[in-house]
């Protein structure tokens, strides 16, 4: 069974880090493409950034969050990272990964985790 397991949200103040972590089970993680998606109150959720397949790797960033955040795959082979730095109140949202099983950053994501709750506040 595929699953996403999302972890190390939590409360910073702004200016701080932090580092999300995506651990996957029940597929080969090497031939999928994982998102970071984000959902704050009352808005719309948007894709922040995204790892393509190993094979020819590629990464993407939502303009707001470039030269800020990182996406990584682990040296375990079924972990994603997502490191976060400079936070801002405006990035505070429930996080999300998700697998696209196209491999690419464009397509479309079947598979999604639980959510983990980031908050940025003084």
């Not at 595929?2 to 702004?14: C, D, I, M």
């Not at 996957?24 to 109150?41: E, L």
Request: charged share 15%.
């Amino acid at each position: 069974q595929l699953q996403l397991a999302e972890s190390g949200g939590g409360l910073v103040q702004p200016g701080g880090s932090l580092t999300l972590s995506c651990v996957v089970s029940g597929f080969t993680m090497d031939n999928y493409a994982i998102g970071w998606f984000r959902q704050a109150p009352g808005k719309e959720r948007e894709g922040v950034a995204c790892i393509s397949r190993k094979n020819g790797e590629r990464t993407n960033y939502t303009d707001s969050v470039k030269g800020r955040f990182t996406i990584s795959r682990g040296n375990a082979k079924n972990t994603v990272y997502l490191q976060m730095n400079s936070l801002k109140p405006e990035d505070t949202a429930i996080y999300y990964c998700a697998a696209n099983s196209g491999g690419l950053c464009t397509g479309r994501y079947h598979y999604w985790g639980q959510g983990t709750q980031v908050t940025v506040s003084s």
